[in-house]
């Protein structure tokens, strides 16, 4: 099928749908300037495997290098913004209230800095820090120490009970925070649609999701610029760049100079 007829489809199933969920990964944030996971482990940090760096024992062992790599990786993210297909989304939360779930597995935080309210953040927030253990102060106080009080270091640490800061990202080994899980669960099991976009479909239990999507009945529309691993389950197949497609799908904004490859 032709790529336009495909848009046109598509855009019908998105004006239709009582419940969308959008699935967003790596691919979104590309288009932005974003590295990739593995594409970060360059120049200085070419010899690291991520494994090395994106763990809890990691970071025990090695607490200032792994807090250096953050460092580094969160200024790659604080020069870059939020692309097109992030203001889509975005916008179409804004002008249909309720009807938008906007799933990620992205740490970046551009989803929220395009806008986006009650993003269910998978992988968590490399802009954010928290503890890296419970605060022992919850034996005798009734609040934690906060973050913001940490003494500046690397990692920073805390003056009352020597915890140290950490990225508040989920790491290799970690569980998925539970409450944005659940929720991200029960809405691709509650969906009309489902739009997978920029995600290969590799990253468990993320990747899950859009079979729950599909065997509850909903559509799945995969976006993205090459085949992934869920293409089987897919409706329709968009191979394009999701800030070329994403605003005339869900806006009704034509963007000149799209160039795609006929999906699945």
Not at 131 to 151: G, H, M
Not at 170 to 198: H, K, Q, T, Y
């Amino acid at each position: 099928m032709p790529l336009q007829e495909k848009m046109q489809k598509v855009r019908g199933w998105i004006q239709s749908a009582q419940r969308v969920v959008a699935l967003t990964g790596a691919g979104i944030s590309a288009e932005s300037g974003v590295p990739t996971f593995r594409d970060a482990q360059t120049g200085l940090w070419a010899r690291y495997k991520p494994e090395d760096l994106a763990t809890e024992a990691a970071f025990r062992h090695d607490p200032q290098r792994v807090w250096d790599w953050y460092a580094w990786r969160r200024e790659l993210v604080a020069n870059v913004s939020p692309n097109a297909a992030h203001h889509a989304l975005a916008e179409f939360g804004r002008q249909h209230p309720g009807r938008l779930t906007l799933v990620t597995q992205n740490v970046d935080g551009l989803h929220q800095q395009a806008g986006s309210e009650d993003v269910l953040a998978l992988h968590g927030n490399i802009r954010q820090d928290r503890w890296l253990r419970p605060c022992p102060r919850e034996r005798f106080s009734e609040r934690d120490c906060e973050p913001a009080t940490a003494t500046e270091g690397r990692p920073p640490k805390c003056d009352v009970c020597g915890n140290q800061l950490r990225p508040a990202v989920v790491w290799f080994g970690e569980a998925l925070p539970e409450i944005s899980l659940f929720r991200a669960d029960e809405a691709a099991g509650n969906c009309d649609l489902m739009l997978v976009i920029g995600t290969s479909g590799l990253v468990y239990p993320a990747a899950g999701l859009a079979d729950v999507a599909r065997r509850a009945g909903a559509r799945v529309v995969i976006i993205n610029t090459g085949p992934t691993e869920l293409d089987d389950l897919a409706d329709c197949g968009i191979r394009c760049k999701a800030a070329e497609c994403l605003p005339e799908l869900l806006l009704g904004e034509t963007r000149m100079g799209v160039t795609a490859e006929e999906g699945v």
